[in-house]
């Protein structure tokens, strides 16, 4: 196997995706995946890509072949979850993203969308518990601010809300995600 050839087809995928091309980064990433069928990434990045545009159940399909190559890629387990939660399953998401956690227990993004999981649920003790994990593993990642404002809203916590939505401010003044949630 010629590894920078396909170090060099994967470096082709992830610009296709970073520059907005994903169907034609999708059809690209399936031809390469059947050349190297056993690389958990290009399988990963199938899952991501058909994510990105809704396609959860080939993208959930795609994640369980990357953790049939390698059971302890943790981001994929991650994004699995994600997944799962977004197709309205958030109790198998709760199980793939406590698997990412044992693998790696200082992932802050996995913790963050335990956290949405959880809040899916109606667990909104345990999304808080996730997200306050999320922010100690790294105080300068926005999303967890934003989510635990969000679930302080909701409880009718308003002065929690408030700080949490004022320090996702400090850390990205013009997110569009949290301005969207702090000018209703």
């Known amino acids: 196997m010629n590894q920078a050839l396909k170090d060099q087809r994967i470096q082709e995928l992830i610009s296709l995706y970073n520059n907005g091309a994903t169907k034609e980064c999708l059809l690209k990433a399936k031809k390469v995946a059947k050349i190297y069928p056993e690389e958990p990434f290009i399988f990963n990045l199938i899952g991501v890509v058909s994510a990105s545009i809704g396609t959860y159940e080939e993208a959930i399909k795609s994640y369980k072949r990357a953790l049939k190559i390698n059971p302890k890629y943790f981001e994929v387990y991650n994004n699995l979850g ?103």
Not at 92 to 115: D, F, H, M, R
Not at 145 to 159: D, G, M, P, Q, R
């Open 82 to 184: 994600v997944a799962l939660n977004d197709s309205h399953k958030p109790n198998e998401a709760v199980g793939y993203l406590k698997k990412a956690l044992t693998i790696n227990p200082n992932y802050p993004e996995a913790y963050n969308n335990l956290g949405n999981s959880f809040k899916e649920l109606d667990g909104l003790e345990q999304a808080i518990e996730s997200y306050e994990k999320a922010i100690t593993l790294n105080p300068g990642y926005i999303d967890p601010y934003t989510n635990l404002a969000i679930v302080f809203a909701s409880k009718k916590e308003n002065e929690k809300a408030e700080y949490y939505f004022k320090k996702a401010l400090e850390i990205s003044p013009h997110d569009t995600n949290t301005l969207r949630y702090f000018s209703d």
